[in-house]
Each structure stands twice: as C-alpha cells, then as structure tokens.
C-alpha cells in the first residue's frame, strides 16, 4: 500500500487529498504513469515528487508503506 498526497490543484482536480492505492516496487515514473492512468483529470508531467519527506526523482523507487507527495509548480508575486 501506497500513501499519496495530493496538492493545489491537484487535489481540487481529484476532489481528494489523500489517496492508498496496492501499489509497490515501482519507480517515481512508474507511479506517475499508473496514476495518470487511473484518474485521467491528473496531469502529473511538471510536478515535483516526494517520498517520505524527501524530494524524489523520476527514477526514485517507491515502497509499500512509503508516502509520496505530488507537489505543483507554485508561481505568485
């Protein structure tokens, strides 16, 4: 199981801010694709990644039992 946290107008988009998907061994990239996959409002392509805590790449792997945050670009002024 795969915690996920969702942010800004991703989670507006979802309607949701946390998710738990069956999910394991898989790579940042891997997650992302399967998520986009499954809910299709989702755009994942610009977004940074972390997992427990810690910003992740693309190529990070991702556990059973790890939490990842989907975080959106932030502009303002």
Not at 38 to 54: C, D, G, K, R
Request: no cysteine; proline share 4%.
């Amino acid at each position: 199981m795969i915690n996920i946290l969702l942010f800004a107008h991703l989670q507006e988009a979802l309607g949701e801010s946390k998710l738990s998907i069956e999910l394991s061994d898989v790579t940042v990239a891997q997650l992302k694709e399967w998520m986009e996959k499954h809910y299709p409002q989702l755009s994942l392509q610009q977004i940074m990644t972390a997992v427990n805590e810690e910003f992740a790449t693309d190529t990070t792997i991702v556990k059973s039992g790890d939490t990842i945050a989907f975080i959106p670009p932030i502009s303002g002024g």
